[in-house]
T-cell receptor
Framework: GENVEQHPSTLSVQEGDSAVIKCTYSDSASNYFPWYKQELGKGPQLIIDIRSNVGEKKDQRIAVTLNKTAKHFSLHITETQPEDSAVYFCAASSYGQNFVFGPGTRLSVLP | ETGVTQTPRHLVMGMTNKKSLKCEQHLGHNAMYWYKQSAKKPLELMFVYSLEERVENNSVPSRFSPECPNSSHLFLHLHTLQPEDSALYLC??????????????FGPGTRLTVL
């Protein structure tokens, strides 16, 4: 079955700097890769996703890149702000299979 | 707001109690999920329902009993739980089951503490 690894497990950046979180997956059939943000006391919220027919997707300060050959995808947050502090989860799925989530990255943006 | 609500938000129960968690989705989705989120562990998928039919049970102990009376509501009945069952229980829904590109939308979770 699918296995998703996520690195780093914790990340601290200065406000205004960029943050990058990387996930690798094992199943070459996976074709959908969402990213979720979970703030304290809340459930995970979808922030961006990418499908396997696309290499990069951007939404304001957030972007996701996908390398199907290497089987990894990354979340990029530019101009980080304190409200970006949260736990971020990646996931991978393929048709007929449920989501497999990474273990999460705790991002702290220091003022 | 994601369109998925959960009640209660917090629950403390003894090991001999019986309680139920409720999830409701207002998105018109056909698939609903229960996840367990423990500290420092990946999200654990517990149960999956599609069109009110349970399609997956990931080796969950029988002290957890799900119920899906219709496509908008999902319950998790709890009885004789153990302290290690303390966790955040998340409900999610998606338009279709395992359609891979259908996003799952999560509720805020119920923080369960078993004494």
């Amino acid at each position: 079955g699918e296995n998703v690894e996520q690195h780093p497990s914790t990340l601290s950046v200065q406000e205004g700097d960029s943050a990058v979180i990387k996930c690798t997956y094992s199943d070459s059939a996976s074709n959908y890769f969402p990213w979720y943000k979970q703030e304290l006391g809340k459930g995970p919220q979808l922030i961006i996703d990418i499908r396997s027919n696309v290499g990069e997707k951007k939404d304001q300060r957030i972007a996701v890149t996908l390398n199907k050959t290497a089987k990894h995808f990354s979340l990029h947050i530019t101009e980080t702000q304190p409200e970006d502090s949260a736990v971020y989860f990646c996931a991978a799925s393929s048709y007929g299979q449920n989501f497999v989530f990474g273990p999460g990255t705790r991002l702290s943006v220091l003022p | 707001e994601t369109g998925v609500t959960q009640t209660p938000r917090h629950l403390v129960m003894g090991m001999t109690n019986k309680k139920s968690l409720k999830c409701e989705q207002h998105l018109g989705h056909n698939a609903m999920y229960w996840y367990k989120q423990s500290a420092k562990k990946p999200l654990e998928l517990m149960f999956v329902y599609s069109l009110e039919e349970r399609v997956e049970n990931n080796s969950v102990p029988s002290r957890f009993s799900p119920e899906c009376p219709n496509s908008s509501h999902l319950f998790l009945h709890l009885h004789t739980l153990q302290p290690e069952d303390s966790a955040l229980y998340l409900c999610a829904s998606s338009q279709r089951l395992a359609a891979s590109t259908d996003t799952q939308y999560f509720g805020p979770g119920t923080r369960l503490t078993v004494l």
